[in-house]
C-alpha cells in the first residue's frame, strides 16, 4: 500500500506529500494548509444515542487531541459504529455535544464535512460503479462532495484548469496509496483490498484535518494491514486520526490513545498500554464471540502497546 509513498521529489501534490505553502489549495479554492493545527481536536461529550427502544450509547465521551490517532473498540454491539456515525453526522445524538476546531457542531449532515476539513471512509468501500477509479479519488477533493451519484458527477470541475489540478491531486493520491495504475479501471472489477485503497485515496485528497476511519483493515490480508497501518501513523502528526477497528494488533501499534466501550457505555481509556493492563477490557471482550474473544487474546499477547517503524 505504500506505494511511491516518499519517493516523489519537492512539487509533490498527493496527500502524503511534504507541507509547502500551496499544500492547502484544492482545485476548487485555497483552503489554508493546517497539517498539525492546534484547533484540530475533536470533542464529543456526553453523547447518547437511542434507536427505538435500544440505547446504542449512553454518556459517551471523547477528545482526539491534533495530530493524534484515536482508537475506538468494543465488542460487537458496543456502540462504535453508532460514535463514529455521529462524528460523521449520520447519526444525530439524543444528547452530547461535538466541538470541532473549538467550535460547538450543531446539527452535523454528512456533506458538510468536507468543507469542515473532516473525511471518511466507511465499512466497505462505497466507490461509485459507474465512476473510474480516478474519477471517485476526484470527487473525494470537492469541498461540496456530497453522497450520491449525480451529485458526485456535479461536483466535478468545471473548467480545464480545475479538471487538470484535480486529476493531478488525485493521481498523486492514488500514487501515494500505490493505486495509481488502476486509475481508468472500474472499482467493480478490482480486489477488495484494491477497492480500500481507493476510497483511502478519496478519502486523503482533500487533505483533511480530521480522518474517520472506520474499520480500514477488513478484508486487508497481513502485508496489507500492516502498510495500512504504517500509512496510519505517517498521516498522524499531519492530522487527527479516530479509528474504528477490530484488529487488535493494529490498533495497540498506532494508537496513541484509545477508548472502550462495552454495551454503548465507555469502560476504559488511555495509551494502548493502559488498556490493555485493564481488567474491565479483557472481561468485556470475553464475554463476547469467538472472533472477539480471539481479538482479547490478541489484546494480551501484544506487549508493550504502540511500536513505531
Ligand atoms: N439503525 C439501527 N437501528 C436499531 N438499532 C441499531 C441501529 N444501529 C445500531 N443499532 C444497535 O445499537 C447497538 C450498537 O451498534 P453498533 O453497530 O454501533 O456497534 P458496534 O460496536 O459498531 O458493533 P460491531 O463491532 O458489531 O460493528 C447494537 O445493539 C445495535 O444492534
Avoid at 192 to 203: H, I
Avoid at 228 to 234: M, N, P, S
Wanted: net charge neutral; glycine share 12%.
Amino acid at each position: 500500500m505504500a506505494g511511491g509513498r516518499g519517493t516523489r521529489g519537492k512539487g509533490a501534490v498527493g496527500p502524503l506529500a511534504q507541507p509547502s505553502p500551496t499544500a492547502g489549495s484544492t482545485a476548487t479554492g485555497p483552503r489554508p494548509a493546517a497539517p498539525t493545527a492546534p484547533t484540530s481536536r475533536l470533542e464529543m461529550t456526553g453523547i447518547s444515542v437511542a434507536f427505538g427502544g435500544v440505547t446504542a450509547l449512553s454518556d459517551v465521551s471523547l477528545v482526539v487531541e491534533p495530530g493524534q490517532v484515536h482508537g475506538l473498540i468494543g465488542p460487537n454491539g458496543a456502540g462504535k459504529t453508532t460514535l463514529f456515525n455521529v462524528a460523521c453526522g449520520l447519526v444525530r445524538p439524543s444528547a452530547g455535544e461535538m466541538v470541532w476546531r473549538g467550535r460547538p457542531v450543531r446539527r452535523l449532515r454528512p456533506h458538510q464535512l468536507a468543507g469542515l476539513g473532516i473525511s471518511r471512509t466507511l465499512q466497505g468501500v462505497g466507490l461509485f460503479a459507474g465512476m473510474t477509479v480516478l474519477e471517485n479519488v476526484m470527487v473525494g477533493a470537492h469541498r461540496h462532495a456530497r453522497a450520491g451519484f449525480a451529485s458526485a458527477l456535479l461536483a466535478l470541475p468545471r473548467s480545464d484548469a480545475d479538471e487538470r489540478a484535480l486529476r493531478a491531486r488525485a493521481t498523486a493520491a492514488l500514487a501515494d496509496l500505490g493505486a495509481e495504475r488502476y486509475a481508468g479501471r472500474y472499482p467493480g472489477g478490482l480486489p477488495y483490498p484494491v477497492q480500500k485503497r481507493v476510497a483511502l485515496a478519496r478519502a486523503l485528497v482533500s487533505e483533511p484535518d480530521l480522518l474517520l476511519l472506520d474499520e480500514p483493515a477488513s478484508g486487508l490480508g497481513e502485508d496489507e494491514m500492516h502498510e495500512l497501518g504504517e500509512l496510519i501513523r505517517t498521516l498522524s502528526g499531519r492530522m487527527s486520526v479516530l479509528l474504528v477497528e477490530h484488529h487488535m494488533d493494529l490498533v495497540m501499534r498506532v494508537c496513541d490513545r484509545i477508548t472502550v466501550l462495552d454495551s454503548g457505555r465507555q469502560i476504559s481509556a488511555g495509551t494502548p498500554a493502559e488498556v490493555q493492563a485493564d481488567p474491565a477490557v479483557t472481561e468485556a471482550y470475553l464475554g463476547d464471540d469467538v472472533d472477539v474473544a480471539a481479538d482479547a487474546a490478541a489484546l494480551s499477547a501484544t506487549e508493550g502497546g504502540r511500536h513505531h517503524g
